[in-house]
């Protein structure tokens, strides 16, 4: 999910109730910071997500949400990405990593 727009302390981001979002719901947001280069290879591998704010969806229509900014250690910028909380730990859940089907150099 990303911020698509940012007014303030509002978001808008970029999944709506086709994909399950619900108002209630909380989200970290990281901006995209560095690339992580392979130092062998030299090709872009990703890049750093920088933590910067925790929003919670106010509302949602069919292709985006709004989202209200209720903590922030820095601005938000539109192309952030937003990863939901667990609401039991706080923390981002993880994503699942599938093993790379290549040998690692």
């Known amino acids: 999910i990303l911020v698509a727009a940012v007014d303030g302390d509002q978001l808008i981001l970029t ?11 909380k989200y970290r947001v990281f901006n995209p910071g560095k690339e992580i280069v392979h130092p ?4 872009v591998l990703g890049v ?10 106010t509302s949602v229509v ?3 949400s709004y989202a209200r900014i209720v903590s922030k250690s ?3 910028r539109a192309g ?3 990863r ?22």
């Open 62 to 64: 069919p292709e985006m």
């Open 40 to 43: 062998r290879t030299g090709k």
């Open 84 to 105: 939901p909380l667990n609401s039991d730990t706080g923390t981002s859940q993880p994503q699942a990593v599938e093993p790379p089907k290549y040998p690692k150099l």
């Open 74 to 76: 820095a601005d938000v």
């Open 15 to 25: 999944r709506g109730e086709g994909g399950g979002m619900k108002p209630g719901q």
């Open 48 to 57: 750093q997500e920088v933590p910067v704010a925790e929003v919670v969806i």
């Open 80 to 82: 952030a990405i937003c």
